[in-house]
């Protein structure tokens, strides 16, 4: 599944090609993804100029001139195609743009979704509403952390997955991050003290910055809306290395854990 970084990638590629341009052309080619698309969706955005791209959590938002925003979420398979060569059957959303580019939402398992709302009032969109901050804004650190850690007893790897403490953290990089800070997955979130929280913040904010500077991670699914992949794979310290070499020299493990795989080196990590 994307995960913050390429979200965070893709509205960076979309950027260049939306921004400032009318939308002369908006064609939902079903009338669901993972759940209906809004039926008022082309009538309020066609003739519409975006006025801005931004990212919440691992949802993209795009606002245009007449106060709404286009809100999406790549699910599982999603990715947006810039100017392709043909619109394929699993192209389910189609945009076109004064400049004539043509931007396609391509979604083969159709786990996305595409959602309209006012701009003054999306931070009330309802999956806004249950998240945590931003992890790499100020307010999250290890402060932070330990508030909201206090008398937790799940696991670190857990609790960083829940949108309602962290939003846009998912599993790859949370693998990543404990690993850097030499946190293990399943130590219990109230356990940690405040000098392995503060080093664990750190590392949250580090392993994102390089998986967007590397242009996300390239999964089966995933490309940037140019077609290219992210390389920051080739950075995983853990993540998809079960069996392989830490750099401690130890075997890298893999287990599951409420249907994810955590992979973590029971050397470095404690």
């Known amino acids: 599944m994307p995960e913050l970084p390429e979200v965070e990638t893709t509205i960076a590629g979309l950027r260049p090609v939306l921004e400032g341009q009318v939308l002369t052309l908006v064609e939902a080619r079903r009338a669901d993804l993972r759940w209906p698309i809004p039926f008022d969706l082309r009538q309020r955005l066609t003739g519409a100029t975006v006025t801005g791209l931004s990212r919440r959590a691992k949802y993209g938002l795009i606002a245009v001139d007449r106060g709404d925003t286009l809100i999406f979420h790549l699910g599982m398979s999603g990715r947006w195609r810039i100017d392709p060569e043909n619109i394929g059957t699993h192209d389910h959303f189609i945009l076109e743009t004064g400049s004539g580019h043509v931007l396609a939402l391509n979604d083969p398992r159709r786990f996305g979704s595409l959602d ?15 998240m945590g ?33 962290v939003a846009g953290l998912g599993n790859i990089y949370v693998c990543e991050a404990l690993h850097m800070a030499g946190i293990a997955p399943g130590v219990a979130s109230s356990r940690i003290g405040a000098a392995r929280l503060n080093r664990l913040a750190a590392a949250i904010k580090e392993v994102l910055s390089a998986a ?5 991670s390239t999964l089966r699914d995933y490309a940037r809306p140019s077609g290219e992949l992210g390389y920051f794979s080739k950075q995983w310290r853990v993540y998809g290395r079960e069996g392989e070499a830490c750099h401690c020299g130890s075997v890298i493990a893999r287990r599951v854990d409420s249907g994810r795989s955590t992979f973590y080196c029971g050397k470095c990590q404690r």
């Open 116 to 130: 309209i709302v006012r701009t003054e009032a999306w931070e009330d969109f309802a999956p806004f509403t249950r």
């Open 212 to 216: 967007i500077l590397a242009g996300g």
């Open 133 to 165: 901050p931003e992890p790499l804004s100020t307010v999250f650190d290890g402060t932070y952390l330990a508030g909201v850690f206090a008398g937790k007893a799940a696991p670190v790897k857990a609790a960083l997955l829940d949108q309602r403490i």
